[in-house]
């Protein structure tokens, strides 16, 4: 198994545009999560979806930020317009089905995404 | 919600030395707590885990201890090597619940050689 694929794995944009993330989550897992970590404020959780439907966008900074999960094996998080201060490592993760056999609890990251906006 | 507090946040020993690092989590249902490791640029790592029916756990040169109690749990690093070198995430969730984990802040690790 790959892991979970994350793209772009870096990216610079500059303040106003629209930054769109990418996740593939590893192939039988049905939890999705969507983190970011900087510096001051750690490892955030931004959303997560379960079966691809979002149970949870509280973390969700602002309007400015959407997060999609069209089907399984596809997420996305959208800002739109970024500001210099959303520049941060941007981490995607799943967890495995009950049905899996394994430790539901256990998160596999991704590689990230950088993220700057200047 | 669960509020999970870890120290300390910077943590520098010699090569050899033993390392310890400690967390507090608020949430009497929580009843599982993993650590995640992440090297410099790298992706946070699952290292070692631990459920609420074991007190201690070890894994070679690591080991984690709870103390359901006390409400805090701690990893501990044996004959420690610069590999070892990263930051050392805890965290609680609740099996059976959302097993959605509440992250400490983490401690960065440094072992001089």
């Known amino acids: 198994d790959a892991g979970v694929i994350q793209s772009p794995r870096h990216e610079v944009t500059e303040m106003g545009q629209e930054v769109t993330l990418r996740c593939k989550p590893i192939?039988?897992?049905?939890?999705l999560f969507w983190y970011r970590q900087t510096m001051m404020r750690g490892l955030e959780l931004l959303i997560y979806?379960?079966?691809?439907?979002?149970?949870?966008d509280s973390g969700m900074p602002e309007d400015r930020f959407s997060a999609k999960m069209p089907n399984a094996s596809f997420s996305t998080l959208k800002i739109q317009p970024s500001e210099p201060r959303d520049s941060a490592v941007y981490f995607c993760?799943?967890?495995?089905?009950?049905?899996?056999?394994?430790?539901?609890?256990?998160?596999?990251f991704g590689p990230g995404t950088r993220l700057l906006v200047l | 919600g669960e509020n999970v507090e870890q120290h300390p946040s910077t943590l520098s020993v010699q090569e050899g030395d033993s390392a310890v690092i400690k967390c507090t989590y608020s949430d009497s249902a929580s009843n599982y707590f993993p650590w995640y490791k992440q090297e410099l640029g790298k992706r946070p790592q699952l290292i070692i885990d631990?459920?609420?029916?074991?007190g201690e756990k070890k894994d070679q040169r690591i080991a984690v201890t709870l103390n359901k109690t006390a409400k805090h749990f701690s990893l501990h690093i044996t004959e420690t090597q610069p590999e070892d070198s990263a930051v050392y995430f805890c965290a609680a969730s609740t099996s059976g619940g959302s097993y959605i984990p509440t992250f400490g802040r983490g401690t960065s690790l440094i072992v001089h050689p």
């Open positions: 192939s039988g897992h049905d939890y």
């Open positions: 993760a799943s967890s495995p089905s009950l049905l899996s056999g394994r430790a539901r609890e256990t998160q596999y």
């Open positions: 979806f379960n079966n691809n439907v979002p149970i949870d």
């Open positions: 631990i459920r609420s029916n074991v």
